[in-house]
């Protein structure tokens, strides 16, 4: 297995520091890698790597000495910070592994902080802890953790209440996560070390360093922060393909969207509204349809109402919606039939108000009705992810807006679980790990 910077070359390494540090420095010290130049290219490439990043106090350059021990003594020089720089900007592809300075191997604490769930329970079952930091298999890579959104599935898995991709007692929780590659497995292309990936459907994303498959990493394309490339792999294609492939959205057409304050719902709002459609969304009161609405959904209405079926066919003139997307079910589920026009499409993506009851078969057949279930894989597998690209543009560019509207440390997660169970988030909460300094 290969780390980050596992040549012997020399090279020169930078970190943001108060002060400068002297040439007798230890030469074991916790310092971000921004740049790696081997003393052979010259004076020219080491300035060149310092004014390109140009966010950082001081930089050695180590000299080509032997590996052996005892040799700490290197030349140093002080470099400003670039004016007005901001942190999340000062930190911007920067590494917080520690390295051995003489060598560049990259060195591994024994051990990490991480939530675990134990057994299956509430949130308050969630445990910080501290554990073994985990080594790549082959085939897999170790990921220093910068951020996981909270998902739907970290609270099915962690209360049992999903049977398939279920990680297994006991587990670190974090469905999806951003963070930098720091070690590759056998049969990993080493190229990976030091790549900044978004992860989903691997788990472990509330510790701070994660194992994950290398094949089933996505890069975070240069333009996005750790934040956003958090995000992005997940609820943006979701979205996408509910509009795109799961519900063929038309122009004129009209979409009903629970949770419509939710990321899905959200992001779903934005595109269906690219693709020409009216969009309804269902959300629990004033307060959520007022933030949702930012989003551009036409309307909004209250799905506890009972009313909201026949709400929807007043606003679409009694013909009803051409497409429901619904992650809730519970015992309301039927009402989406009602609510729903000849020939349109039922989309199920979760349950997070439990099964839904049997349906009125009947209802169904005589509506022409098509109910659907979603998981994203199939319709990217099918498309090669060729909607990435109009992702990429779209979200860089400000067009679409993932809602990141709270960002929680790592020792708020089982509070997190909680408030998302309560229905009480907006948006997308994002669990602090790393940070943008990984």
Known sequence: MRSLAGSREPYTIVWPSSAARGPRDPPIMPVPITAMVSAAAGEAAVSSAISTSGKVRCFIRILPISPGPGNTQFPFENRPRSPGTRPREAHQGVSTMPY????????????????????????????????????????QVRIQVAYSPLNPLDTHARADRIKWMHPGFPFVTGYEYSGRVVETGDGVDS???????????QWNGNGEFAIARAAGLVPIPDRFDYQLGSTFSTCAPTSWHLVHSAGRVQPGQTVVLHSAAGAVGIMTTQIAKDAGATVIGLVGGEKKAEWASQFGADHMLDYRSEEWPAQVKELTG???????????????????????????????????????????????????????????????????QAEDAEIEEKLATGQWRIPIERVAALDETPAMHAAFENRELFGRTLIEVGGEDV
Request: aromatic residues 6%; proline residues 8%; glycine residues 14%.
């Open 100 to 139: 051995f300075a003489r060598t560049g191997e990259a060195l591994m604490p024994n051990t990490m902080r991480a939530v675990v769930a134990e057994a299956p329970g509430g949130p308050e079952s969630l445990q910080l802890k501290d554990i073994p930091v985990p080594s790549p298999g082959e085939g």
């Open 318 to 384: 009694g013909r009803g919606a051409d497409v429901i997307v619904d992650g809730v079910q519970g015992p309301n589920a039927a009402r989406n039939y009602d609510a729903c026009a000849p020939l349109g499409n039922v989309i199920y993506i979760g349950a997070m108000g439990g099964m839904a009851p049997p349906a009125d078969i009947s209802l169904i057949i005589g509506k022409s009705i098509s109910v659907t279930g979603f998981v994203q894989f199939f319709h990217q597998a099918r498309t090669r």
């Open 191 to 201: 190229a990976l070390n030091g790549k900044r990936v978004a992860a989903n459907g």
